[in-house]
């Protein structure tokens, strides 16, 4: 049945406004990640940090690259349906109070282009290793045991209480330094109101956009240092900001339409791929998201555990205990990616035999982004998705090895309910409209049982597919025509011939299994 409790209004979004896609609210059903007309949607798509507000360490390189429209057409011609749009509490509460709407009307524009393009937006409140202003000043010197620390993201300095503790860090971690978990600990206290400032921004930032199903929903906080306490107390204390974090969220909403809260375990998930999370008790909001990183086999303290499905298994179980969808709000891998290829096709297929998404982590990044520049990077080029030379940023162009993984073929929406899904096709049960991306230039040529009105679009790097189910059915073999189901198959470069051309499939009949 359809979890309708908190949703006041729906407002699908009509598909010529979309590229084609529908982007209609979401919500959760039955722990499943749903939109508003019943359908199971994988979120599958990229981090974009490109409206972060980075402290500037090196003056004479750029701390993000420009958005615009031309990133949003690259990403889908990749079939990116999600982006989570890296934004600063910093940008937006510059001042005690303030609510910065020169900033606002820049997430705003982001949004709506990727609406444009047939992609949701995650709004991600980032931070790392708490704000910009908690760094090791210049000419300031360490103890020989530990490092300097970098300027970073997050919260505005006007809320950084670090009660004089040093900025440096143990073994370059930038969480490892007892100015930033001072800082945390103080939010999670409350001192001078620093954490109802933030609360209450979120109030006022879901206000503006209360109306817009093309906003998937929000991240409560970005990989959060547990400050102070032990492990079950840091988690604690989480969870309490969360309850006032969602119940802020949903008083803004008010007159408009509930979004997808998105709350993640603390930054050591991201290092160690588990962790203590919050208490179940403090997380009963009908749509919350588990969000954890899952780095193994990537960036993990310890590559060889968990591995990459191992780490899946580990957070969907930690889903399981709240009764919550799960999705990955970053993945990636950053060194070389033809060694890297295997590892990210296997993550692909668990995202796929758990019936999830994730977004790769990330599209782009300059030679002045902190995590370049702490990692004395700023004469090398960029890893990623889209690499630049450093210190120049003339861009090198989308590895292969990574572009094609992230652009398989896979079911933005399936009716009903997803019963199967792997590199060869899949199967689900439900009534609605199915919409499915495949890459490459080559027409698909999928064989649907249990579909009618089949109709294949070729668009800007790929391919279109939809159609309309009435009960059980199946769309098999994903790639290019004839499939060979292969995880990797199909091209992630652009689509050759006229993008918008379609073509009707025919009809499938019957019913079929996974």
């Known amino acids: 049945m359809l979890c309708t409790g908190t949703v006041l209004h729906a407002a699908p979004a009509t598909a010529d406004e979309s590229n084609g896609w529908t982007l209609p609210q979401l919500t959760v059903t039955n722990g499943t990640l749903t939109d508003v007309t019943g359908r199971t949607v994988l979120l599958r798509g990229m981090n974009v940090n490109q409206l972060n507000d980075y402290a500037r360490n090196d003056p004479n390189l750029p701390t993000v690259a420009p958005l615009d429209d031309t990133d949003f057409a690259q990403m889908a011609a990749l079939g990116v349906d999600v982006v989570r749009l890296n934004i600063a509490w910093s940008a937006l509460e510059p001042t005690p109070g303030a609510f910065d709407e020169g900033y606002v009307a820049r997430i705003r524009s982001a949004v709506n282009q990727a609406k444009a393009h047939g992609i949701y937006t995650v709004l991600d409140m980032h931070q790392d290793a708490w704000g910009k202003t908690v760094g090791t000043p210049a000419g300031a010197t360490c103890p020989s045991f530990m490092s300097r620390g970098y300027g970073w993201d997050g919260a505005p300095g006007w809320a950084t209480i670090t009660d004089g503790n040093t900025t440096c860090n143990i073994g370059h971690l930038r969480e490892a330094s007892p100015a930033v978990a001072d800082a945390f600990q103080h939010f999670y206290d409350n001192t001078d109101g620093i954490q109802d400032h933030l609360v209450a921004t979120w109030a006022r930032l879901a206000a503006e956009f209360k109306d817009e199903p093309a906003v998937a929903g929000y991240d409560l906080m970005n990989e959060p240092n547990p400050g102070l306490r032990d492990p079950f107390t840091a988690a604690a204390q989480l969870g309490r900001y969360y309850q006032r974090a969602i119940a802020a969220i949903r008083q803004g909403e008010r007159g408009g339409m509930a979004h997808l809260a998105m709350f993640e375990p603390s930054a050591i998930w991201s290092a160690l791929g588990l962790d203590a999370t919050p208490p179940t008790q403090d997380i ?231």
Request: charged share 15%; glycine share 16%; net charge negative.
């Open 284 to 514: 009963t909001d009908p749509l919350a998201v588990f969000a954890p990183h899952l780095y193994s086999e990537s960036i993990n303290v310890d590559n060889s555990f968990p591995t990459i499905e191992q780490g899946f298994d580990l957070a969907e179980a930690a889903a399981a205990r709240y009764r919550v969808p799960l999705w990955t709000g970053e993945w990636g891998w950053f060194g070389d990616p033809a060694a890297d290829e295997s590892k990210v096709n296997r993550f692909v297929d668990q995202e796929n035999a758990h019936r999830m998404g994730g977004a790769w982590w990330s599209w782009k990044q300059t030679c002045g982004d902190p995590h370049v520049v702490a990692g004395g990077n700023t004469d090398k080029p960029t890893g990623n998705i889209n690499p630049v030379s450093c210190p120049s940023g003339t861009p090198l162009g989308q590895p292969a090895a990574y572009a094609a993984p992230l652009a398989r073929a896979y079911p933005r929406a399936a009716p009903g309910t997803l019963t199967s899904l792997a590199a060869d096709g899949f199967a689900g049960e439900g009534r609605g409209r199915l919409e499915a991306w495949y890459p490459g230039g080559q027409r698909p040529d999928p064989q649907a049982t249990g579909v009618t009105g089949l109709v294949v679009t070729q668009v800007a790097g790929g391919w279109q597919v939809t159609g309309t189910t009435n009960g059980r059915y199946s769309l098999g073999k994903p790639g290019t025509a004839g499939g060979t189901g292969s995880a990797s198959s199909g091209s992630a470069g652009s689509a050759t011939g006229s993008a918008g051309s379609s073509e009707s499939a025919g009809s499938g009949t019957g019913s079929s299994g996974s």
